[in-house]
Nanobody
Framework: QVQLVESGGGLVQVGGSLRLSCAASGRIFSLTYMGWYRQAPGKQRELVAAFTSSSTTNYADSVRGRFTISRDNTPNTVYLQMNSLKPEDTAVYYC???????????WGQGTQVTVSS
């Protein structure tokens, strides 16, 4: 069974940094999209950063220049380096991926990021 597992959330002070990880596991033969979304209390879920199928990156305007999405040699894993964190970055962060050409993308369980002022 395919699943996404996030890690790396936590509590950090304003200006601090966190690194989130998302690992896709299970029987995977195609992974065409992988990205990060977030949802703050009372707000809609929004895109933070993503790798598209052409391996280009896409960032929300609110995080561009502060957050970096990346991959390394670990298969099916994506990271989100978050620097210069602000209180408005507080949210549950979710990993999202298009796997095995399924019409519905997969979601992780979410990891809480809290930025205190």
């Amino acid at each position: 069974q395919v699943q996404l597992v996030e890690s790396g959330g936590g509590l950090v002070q304003v200006g601090g940094s966190l690194r989130l990880s998302c690992a896709a596991s299970g029987r995977i033969f195609s992974l065409t999209y992988m990205g990060w979304y977030r949802q703050a209390p009372g707000k809609q879920r929004e895109l933070v950063a993503a790798f598209t199928s052409s391996s280009t990156t896409n960032y929300a305007d609110s995080v561009r220049g502060r957050f970096t999405i990346s991959r390394d040699n670990t298969p099916n894993t994506v990271y989100l380096q978050m620097n210069s964190l602000k209180p408005e970055d507080t949210a549950v962060y979710y990993c999202n991926a298009q796997i095995n050409r399924q019409p519905t993308p997969y979601w992780g369980q979410g990891t809480q990021v809290t930025v205190s002022s």
